[in-house]
């Protein structure tokens, strides 16, 4: 397989990682990642958005990505 067909092949794994682990998240944790990472909301507008408090954002957020490494680090770590 030459380099470029290996590159999009390894791509298109590791996405598919990152959706399945974006499932793995809890509602709550999924509108959190969504609003501070694809709508760029700071943490004090995406805890509006959503109707929590900015410090109940940051622990799911922190939660969240947590969980979001961790999937990422297993998958680095298989052969």
Known sequence: MD???QER???QELR??????MNELSD??????ESR????KSPGQAAYRIGI???ELLELEESALDRLRSA???WQRSP
């Open 16 to 21: 598919q990682l990152v959706h399945r682990a």
């Open 53 to 55: 408090t900015r410090e």
């Open 37 to 40: 990472y694809q709508y760029k």
């Open 72 to 74: 990422l680090t297993k």
């Open 9 to 11: 092949l390894e791509a």
């Open 3 to 5: 380099e470029n067909a």
């Open 28 to 33: 709550l944790e999924f509108k959190v990642i």
